[in-house]
């Protein structure tokens, strides 16, 4: 499928100096329009936080797009439950996409205009390394309104990025059934019976509005 190509102001975790990024896409690009929440799991997770993302990615409403890498078991539940919905669906993969294959139901619902695939990664970067996977975590978390932690292992790297983002005020919540750490750093837990709820008003009236330095 075609790549084009975006550029728009970012401004990175870490950093208080806008960049100007160049984003590679594939898809419908009105889905960055909608309310981007970022979701984040460490790769191994107990199964109660399985259970509790189940059911908040099968609630959530139209008003959102969500962004993520889904690579980890948790994020690929919430790949396989948002299908049967209406949010949008962005993907980051942790590379370039000029020879990323495109998969069957990625395609079906590209065609639909339910996903986009993008990529702040220059053409020739064909292989996700761990740092590649940080960087296009902290972009994913700098384009989103708000962060939800579907489950971060103590002192893992999903905990650190969900810190980061609470010292820049962005709004973070949190499924993870162990999150002392970051409810202690200012996380807010978010009830899985609640996701409407969080999705429309929190996102709405807490993070940044569109045109704001989220973007």
């Known amino acids: 499928m075609q790549i084009s190509y975006l550029t728009m102001p970012l401004k990175a975790l870490g950093s ?27 790769m191994k997770s107990p199964p109660e936080a399985a259970q509790a993302s189940k059911t ?13 890498g889904f690579h980890s078991p948790l994020e690929a539940e919430w790949y396989r439950q ?24 990625w395609k079906e619902m590209l065609d639909a205009g339910r996903m986009l695939v993008i990529s702040p990664f220059a053409a020739g970067y064909n292989w996700q390394t761990r740092d590649s996977a940080l960087q296009r975590n902290r972009f994913i978390a700098a384009l989103a309104e708000a962060v939800l932690i579907l489950h971060a292992a103590p002192g893992s790297a999903t905990e650190g990025l969900a810190k980061e983002c609470l010292a820049q005020d962005k709004p973070v919540y949190t499924l993870n059934p162990d999150s002392a750490g970051l409810l202690a750093a ?14 429309v008003c929190c996102l709405e009236t ?10």
């Not at 984003?23 to 960055?32: E, H, K, R, T, Y």
């Open 16 to 42: 208080p100096v806008y960049t100007t990024k160049t984003l590679a896409l594939i898809g419908n690009v009105a889905l960055l329009d909608r309310t981007l929440l970022a979701i984040f799991a460490s």
């Open 56 to 68: 908040f990615a099968g609630s959530m409403p139209d008003t959102i797009s969500v962004i993520a």
């Open 82 to 105: 948002l299908r049967q919905t209406n949010a949008g669906l962005i993907l980051m993969p942790a590379r370039s996409l000029d020879t990323l294959t495109i998969r069957a139901e």
């Open 186 to 199: 200012g996380a807010r837990p978010a009830d899985p019976e609640l996701s409407r709820a969080i999705g």
């Open 206 to 215: 807490e993070a940044v509005s569109k045109g704001s330095d989220a973007r």
